[in-house]
């Protein structure tokens, strides 16, 4: 395909969404297929463990949101899918703790595209692909007239071996617009940041990102950082951290063994901006979309 390409068939988004609403009455009325979902192991420890306690898998089937809810960390699980219709799942791990169930990030698989050897495999890569296109497919984008297949590979060749740094909130954008193409799918902007916060080993929400050791000083160090919400949690305690656009830091550490709240100050009027992130972000807008 040629550079700047869309990623849609070219007709306009009325038509597409007409056609998509008379296909879903008659598309292969009654025929599904069992497909065996590869559950994912965790690509690193969480908490000192390696496998979730329970899986909740999501996707849409003719228009209606479903949901699965699986109490096994591993093997496979098997499920009933509309045959040959695009179905993006995103499969959210779950961790039960004193303080309740925990979900993380969630891992991603495109059936029937990445459906081989009657296995369909879930993968961390693809989480952040599945769900924008879950969340697409909920305000009624049709997922029959765009190339998923490309947009999860574009995904994870932009986002590199975390694709929750990609701006998810502009491709959503740009979907709804009607079209798409690959130079919309960017890094958001990183930071490196410093805060005061207790001691030990604190573990993101996302599988992807690598966990952070806090000494004796009482000093947290994170480089490069994208804008955004980013939630962790150590033994008996969790942080919700808020990182603005323009590098300005909110956190608030809480110990939910006793209820207690504290804020886990910025000691930094604002974060450092992490260059290399920038540079690679200037790269990404030039590339073309599609070759």
Known sequence: ??????????????????????????????????????LPQFPRSWLGRGLADGFEIVYTQNGKEVRHSVSSGSGTI?????????????VYPYMNGRSGKVSLYPAGGLYPDFFRSSILLIQWEDGFAA??????????????????????????????????????????????????????????????????????????????????????????????????????WSLDRSLTLHLSENGRVEATEYRWQLGEKRVAHDFLQEARIDISSCVTESFMYRESSLR
Not at 78 to 90: D, F, I, K
Not at 167 to 176: F, G, I, S
């Open 1 to 38: 395909m040629n550079g700047g390409r869309s990623f849609l068939i070219p007709v306009s988004l009325g038509i597409v969404l007409g056609l998509a609403s008379l296909q879903g009455c008659q598309f292969l009325v009654g025929q599904e297929e069992t497909v065996s979902c590869l």
């Open 78 to 90: 098997e499920l009933s899918l509309s045959l040959g219709q695009r179905t993006p799942l995103v």
């Open 131 to 232: 769900e924008t296109l879950l969340v697409a497919a909920r305000g009624g984008f049709p997922l029959d007239s765009f190339n998923c297949a490309r947009f999860f590979e574009e995904a994870r060749k932009r986002g590199g071996l975390n694709p929750w740094e990609l701006n998810q909130k502009q491709v959503l954008e740009t979907l709804a617009s009607g079209s798409f193409r690959a130079d919309r799918i960017v890094l958001k902007k990183k930071f490196s940041i410093a805060l005061t916060l207790s001691t030990g080993d604190w573990f993101s929400k996302n599988l992807l990102e690598p966990s952070f050791t806090v000494g004796e000083e009482g000093i947290a160090f994170i480089q490069g950082l994208p804008w955004g919400i980013h939630h962790y």
